[in-house]
């Protein structure tokens, strides 16, 4: 079974699911804001199908709080 974990970018508070090899490199990039940062806290860990739909869940309650883009107000 192919695992991978869920992360959280610390700049642009979006969830993000990787590889597991990022255990062995301890830090990674955030697609969205390009941001390199350590592993930090790992909010869950299982199989990549169950991670990527966790992150898409977790992204649009991020998005429906309006925690996502804090320097927006609507
Ligand atoms: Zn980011």
Redesign the pocket.
Known sequence: MDFAIMLR?T??L?YRSESLFIYMWRRWT?A??G?EQPLGSVHYRGSSADCSLLVSRFNEIARFHGRLYQNGSE
Do not use: R, S, V
Request: hydrophobic share 40%.
């Open positions: 970018c700049q642009c979006l955030c969205i804001c941001l």
